[in-house]
């Protein structure tokens, strides 16, 4: 079982800067597979960054490149995402993702990079970002 909380979010004026956390517990071993996502309402929940360390892939959509940043903690299961120079366009309930990674035909592990909602098992509640 494993858990994802968000916090962070809240009201900030455009040009300014946000971080969000999300804490992971529960079985978190392996999990390597991680993101942020967001969405508003009457769109699809799309990748906003992925960072996936058992390849050292990391994903930003072209909307927030140059202007967010995704981490991991030092030493806990934390995830996070520093957002700078905000947009109202950013407005959106913010979501974080974890997945173990999958096994590669042939040995090895992957995690997959369709972008897709559906290559993350785990997701947290939500926090809410409004920038105006």
């Known amino acids: 079982h494993v858990q994802l909380v968000e916090s962070g979010g809240g009201s900030v004026q455009a040009g300014g800067s946000l971080t969000l956390s999300c804490a992971v517990s529960?079985?978190?071993?392996?999990?390597?597979?991680m993101g942020w996502y967001r969405q508003v309402p009457g769109r699809e929940r799309e990748a906003v960054a992925l960072i996936y360390t058992v390849d050292g892939f990391i994903y930003y959509a072209d909307s927030v490149k140059g202007r967010f940043t995704i981490s991991k903690g030092a030493a806990l299961n934390t995830l996070y995402l520093q957002m700078d120079s905000l947009k109202p366009e950013d407005t959106a309930m913010y979501y974080c993702a974890a997945e173990h990674p999958r096994r590669a035909s042939g040995g090895g592990v992957y995690c997959p990079k369709s972008l897709a909602r559906r290559d993350f098992a785990y997701w947290g509640q939500g926090t809410q970002v409004t920038v105006s």
């Open positions: 529960g079985f978190t071993f392996g999990i390597n597979c």
